[in-house]
């Protein structure tokens, strides 16, 4: 069973710095790829971020394009979200999530970790 946690969520203000964490185990853990997401309150969850395990190429969505970096340790099977220059806009419980062997859909979400900024 493939088991996905996040950490290093907070409480943070306006121009500060999250990093978050999420370790993925489970004896049959094979992914192609591992992305952030997050879903504010009333919305809908919405990508963030991705990265492929193999290569390290990397994706962002429009709104944390040059504020987020995603990086990975495959050794360790963890994937950071590094937050910089954070906005009141990016409070949300932020997920993450895997993809199976050959990638296509996330078939694996953690549990969530709530990131809150203020002002």
Known sequence: QVRLVESGGG???????LRLSCAASGRTFSSYAMGWFRQAPGKEREFVAATIWSNG??????????????????AENTVYLQMNSLKRDDTAVYYCAATGPFGGSYDYWGQGTQVTVSS
């Open 11 to 17: 409480l943070v203000q306006v121009g500060g710095s």
């Open 57 to 74: 190429n990397t994706d962002y969505s429009d709104s944390v394009n040059g504020r987020f970096t995603i990086s990975k340790n495959n």
